[in-house]
């Protein structure tokens, strides 16, 4: 693994709190993330909870790995809700690591750690499989180039278990998101669906390895067994939102 990037290579977040909520933020526009102070796994954002509908592909995954740790919003969420799931986080920007504790962010364990390095570099070196990959990671001037970039998309296939999940946030008017779900749809042979997150400029990219016209998606509208009330009631309307988007797959 290479070295670490020295510390002040990277810019240092603002956290600005009120009396019911903590916020991440990197300048007074863009807010990286939020989290309530009461609920402190509730997912605060409609896209995190979109990105959640990846458990309509796989509803018990083993292994997660995300990119990006931000405010540990889909780290903590996945870590109280999915309890017999190892989940990996790379994060590059030691800044956002130092934050983890005000955030609520669990320390390392035996199912759950963060690491800090470039994840494309993580990507490319790991011999590790995954059934789920949750690319969320922005910095100050957007999605770093070599987390969208083909190789990158080539690298999520190659970390997937056969009927594993890349999911991606995007922003729904970059001049680049044709060119970002372009790259996602050639590493994964058109396996792919784009849903818009409602009121946000969000949209979330689904895509399959392995998958055929003979792979059958379900859809329940009642609660997963595994699943306790409170995480199904944050996520499953999102979990209908990308079934409907799966019954049309040639609509991005």
């Known amino acids: ?63 997660i790995l995300m990119v990006g740790l931000g405010g540990g919003s889909l780290a903590k969420f996945c870590y109280k809700h999915l309890p017999h799931t190892h989940i990996t986080v790379v994060e590059i920007n030691p800044h956002v690591i130092a934050l983890r504790q005000s955030f609520c962010i669990p320390d390392d364990d035996v199912r759950f750690q963060v690491l800090q390095m470039d994840a494309a570099d993580f990507m490319a070196q790991t011999e590790q499989s995954f059934d789920v990959v949750m690319v969320d990671g922005f910095d100050p001037q957007g999605m770093p180039e070599q987390l969208c970039s083909p190789q990158f998309y080539s690298d999520c296939r190659r970390v997937l278990t056969s009927g594993g999940v890349a999911v991606a946030n995007l922003h729904r008017f970059s001049a680049y998101r044709d060119v970002y779900v372009d790259r996602m749809e050639s590493a994964f042979d058109g396996a792919l669906w784009v849903v818009n997150a409602p009121g946000t400029t969000n949209c979330v990219v689904f895509a399959m390895h392995d998958f055929s016209k003979d792979t059958k998606i379900t859809y329940s509208k009642h609660k ?5 009330d409170e995480a199904w009631a944050q996520f499953s309307p999102s979990v209908a939102r990308v079934f409907l988007a799966t019954q049309a797959p040639a609509q991005t």
Do not use: C, N, W
């Open 1 to 63: 693994m290479p070295h670490p990037t020295p510390d002040d290579d990277f810019e240092k977040p603002i956290v600005h709190e009120t009396a019911l909520s903590k916020s991440m933020v990197f300048s007074d526009i863009d807010i990286q993330s939020r989290m309530s102070v009461a609920r402190p796994d509730e997912l605060q954002f409609e896209y995190t909870r979109l990105m959640m509908g990846v458990l309509l592909f796989q509803p018990q995954p083993k292994r």
């Open 224 to 228: 997963p067994a595994h699943m306790s």
